[in-house]
T-cell receptor, first 114, second 113 residues
Framework: AQSVTQPDIHITVSEGASLELRCNYSYGATPYLFWYVQSPGQGLQLLLKYFSGDTLVQGIKGFEAEFKRSQSSFNLRKPSVHWSDAAEYFCAVVSQTGANNLFFGTGTRLTVIP | EPEVTQTPSHQVTQMGQEVILRCVPISNHLYFYWYRQILGQKVEFLVSFYNNEISEKSEIFDDQFSVERPDGSNFTLKIRSTKLEDSAMYFC???????????FGPGTRLTVL
């Protein structure tokens, strides 16, 4: 069965520092993978997605993620974090059952310090 | 830019009462979803809906839950007799195709007292 693991519950970085949020998936075939961001009190906003093709995908707000099949990972990166990036980040994979529903990881809360 | 909207933003109800959460998906989308997020936990899939019928539901989506698309624009989630453990943020999402990106609404926070 499909699943997503986000090993880091909470990460704190300084503004301007680089960021990497980890995501590992379990999936029987080539997965469709997503990163969503949730600001406090807000809904989920799509940052980027991977369906196929180039394993390095670019998203909004300067984020990118790399799909590594050998490591079953889809880590999210940003070279220089801004204070406005403080939020909860969720990795998700599409269900294998065909209904296209998403399975989410438990999320990583990002704190940015000045 | 089109967006998914949800009403109300916050609903407070007594245990045992019925609630209806409303969503207006993006207008040309065909696939609709409900998810929930209990405070401090991950987002969980409840149900997907296509062509006026449920296409998939999770084990959370028991007989107390139902969904409906009463007209061409709204998509509702009804909880017949709310329990304390139904307190959560409920998100609606829609997509244009089976493999297309799902766009999420801002959520309805349901508090059951």
């Amino acid at each position: 069965a499909q699943s997503v693991t986000q090993p880091d519950i909470h990460i704190t970085v300084s503004e301007g520092a680089s960021l990497e949020l980890r995501c590992n998936y379990s999936y029987g075939a080539t997965p469709y993978l997503f990163w969503y961001v949730q600001s406090p009190g807000q809904g989920l906003q799509l940052l980027l997605k991977y369906f196929s093709g180039d394993t390095l995908v670019q998203g909004i707000k300067g984020f990118e993620a790399e799909f590594k099949r050998s490591q079953s990972s889809f880590n999210l990166r940003k070279p220089s974090v801004h204070w406005s990036d403080a939020a909860e980040y969720f990795c998700a994979v599409v269900s294998q059952t065909g209904a296209n529903n998403l399975f989410f990881g438990t999320g990583t809360r990002l704190t940015v310090i000045p | 830019e089109p967006e998914v909207t949800q009403t109300p933003s916050h609903q407070v109800t007594q245990m045992g009462q019925e609630v209806i959460l409303r969503c207006v998906p993006i207008s040309n989308h065909l696939y609709f979803y409900w998810y929930r997020q209990i405070l401090g936990q991950k987002v969980e899939f409840l149900v997907s809906f296509y062509n006026n019928e449920i296409s998939e539901k999770s084990e959370i989506f028991d007989d107390q839950f139902s969904v409906e698309r009463p007209d061409g624009s709204n998509f509702t989630l009804k909880i017949r007799s709310t329990k304390l453990e139904d307190s959560a943020m409920y998100f609606c999402a829609s997509s244009g195709g089976i493999t297309d990106t799902q766009y999420f609404g801002p959520g309805t926070r349901l508090t059951v007292l």
